[in-house]
């Protein structure tokens, strides 16, 4: 058993098992949304929702075990939210296309992911982020799950007129996110250990007992996967039409990623003094090959999920923290009912509080020079607002780019961070 833990990355994090295994615990509590969410999202393609629902754990499953046992990291992968409403509501609904040759898209766009995984060229895509971006992504992405967990909770809504505004904070489900984001601030201030999940679990409990959300009950007989597995079309998605489309998946895939690691894994003290991540190649491999694996399954991009901030907050250092979310996954399947009776606004208030530490980083930026930190707040302020973690570090990169270039300021590194602005430039204006 030691040589296992000590292989996950267990004796460089200098966390007990039981902390890691309640981290993966938090960080599972904190994306189970997704197992309803995503059969929700696919279904209006037109696929089965029970099948999706399967694919969905094992994607989530398989993945985490991955980035687990590969990268080493506390990273959870699931499929991801933005690339499915992405697949639903523009490939299928919105230019036509069957799920079945969506699902051909996403496998071909993991495929090339995987590819250029094996190859230095993500590596050196991944390093060429410089420091002060990577504080400003970290920061931008707290704002952003913030933004995520405020909306999820009815606390911040849309107005046609402003497009956000507040929303009611005597709405029951305003007020129980509050309260579980209090209950998690205070718990962390006192040092109690597993704050963040006993703030769940609390909140959770109480919306049951009072009514707000329905017990489902624990378990359940998996439904089949048979309707959606290995059921893409991969000939229709081999055609002209479709390359703008597949090179959509890889940019968000590839930069979605990039930013979600950055951000967790800055939080959790895992960057080196240069602020390049140990052992990389193997956990971009893991999270690629996701991407091919769940398409297979049946379900839209496999992705790094942000809520992996949460189990890092709960102490998770290494990858036993995703092995564990893997094991939940699979569990999941049986327990679909209590997984489900989890509600929105009980991990929105666990989310809210990850969000007020990770904006933290933003004071690691150097505020002394402008081509630094004007990228970095450009990137931190997009994200949120475009509801895009690829498009904050696009337009990031722009901006740095574009300030280097007119200041005639350039550094030894600044070559890779063009060739990044240029395939968001790219992307902007031909996709």
């Given at each position: 058993m030691a040589r296992i833990l000590k292989y996950l990355g267990y004796h460089e994090a200098a966390q007990s098992p039981k902390t890691e295994v309640l981290a993966g615990g938090t960080t599972f509590l904190a994306m189970v949304y997704i197992t309803v969410v995503n059969p929700s999202i696919l279904s209006d393609a037109g696929m089965d929702f029970?099948?999706?629902?399967?694919?969905?754990?094992?994607?989530?499953?398989?993945?985490?075990?991955?980035?687990g046992v590969l990268g080493r990291y506390p990273i959870a992968l699931a499929p991801g939210m933005g690339q499915n409403a992405f697949f639903s509501y523009v490939i299928v609904l919105g230019m036509g296309y069957p799920w079945q040759t969506a699902l051909g898209a996403v496998l071909i766009s993991g495929v090339i992911f995987v590819v250029l995984s094996v190859l230095p060229i993500r590596e050196w895509l991944f390093?060429?982020?410089?420091?002060?971006?990577?504080?400003?992504?970290?920061?931008?992405?707290?704002?952003?799950?913030?933004?995520?967990?405020?909306?999820?909770?009815?606390?911040?809504?849309?107005?046609?007129?402003?497009?956000?505004?507040?929303?009611?904070?005597?709405?029951?489900?305003?007020?129980?996110?509050?309260?579980g984001f209090i209950l998690i601030a205070v718990l962390s201030t006192?040092?109690?250990?597993g704050a963040i999940i006993f703030g769940i679990g609390s909140v959770s409990i109480l919306g049951w007992l009072l009514g707000v959300t329905e017990f489902q009950g624990l378990v359940s007989t998996p439904p089949s996967i048979a309707p959606v597995f290995m059921q893409f079309d991969l000939e229709a998605a081999?055609?002209?039409?479709?390359?703008?489309?597949?090179?959509?998946?890889?940019?968000?895939?590839?930069?979605?990623?990039?930013?979600?690691?950055?951000?967790?894994?800055?939080?959790?003290?895992?960057?080196?003094?240069?602020?390049?991540?140990?052992?990389?190649?193997?956990?971009?491999?893991?999270?690629?090959?996701?991407?091919?694996?769940?398409?297979?399954l049946g379900?839209?991009?496999?992705?790094?999920?942000?809520?992996?901030?949460?189990?890092?907050?709960?102490?998770?250092?290494?990858?036993?923290?995703?092995?564990?979310?893997?094991?939940?996954?699979?569990?999941?399947?049986?327990?679909?009912?209590?997984?489900?009776?989890?509600?929105?606004?009980?991990t929105s208030a666990a989310l809210l509080f990850v969000a007020c530490l990770m904006v933290g980083s933003i004071k690691e930026i150097d505020w002394t020079q402008i081509p630094e930190y004007v990228p970095a707040v450009v990137g931190a302020l997009a994200m949120p607002l475009t509801f895009s973690i690829a498009d904050g570090i696009g337009l990031a990169f722009i901006t740095y780019a574009l300030i280097r270039i007119g200041s005639f300021e350039f550094k030894a590194a600044d070559a890779a961070s063009f060739v990044i602005a240029g395939i968001f430039l790219l992307k902007y204006l031909l996709l």
């Open positions: 029970g099948a999706v629902f399967v694919a969905t754990c094992l994607a989530a499953a398989l993945g985490s075990f991955m980035m390093n060429a982020i410089p420091m002060n971006i990577k504080y400003g992504i970290s920061a931008g992405i707290g704002f952003f799950i913030g933004f995520i967990a405020l909306k999820n909770a009815g606390i911040v809504i849309d107005n046609p007129a402003t497009l956000v505004s507040l929303g009611s904070l005597t709405q029951i489900e305003a007020v129980l996110c509050l309260a006192r040092g109690f250990v081999l055609t002209m039409s479709m390359v703008p489309i597949i090179l959509a998946l890889l940019l968000v895939d590839v930069f979605d990623t990039a930013g979600t690691m950055v951000a967790v894994s800055q939080r959790a003290g895992l960057l080196d003094d240069k602020g390049k991540l140990p052992n990389l190649r193997p956990a971009l491999l893991a999270d690629s090959g996701a991407t091919a694996v769940g398409a297979m379900t839209s991009s496999t992705t790094s999920f942000i809520e992996s901030a949460a189990g890092v907050e709960a102490g998770g250092r290494s990858g036993l923290t995703a092995v564990v979310v893997g094991v939940l996954f699979l569990c999941c399947l049986f327990f679909a009912p209590l997984a489900q009776s989890i509600p929105a606004y009980a």
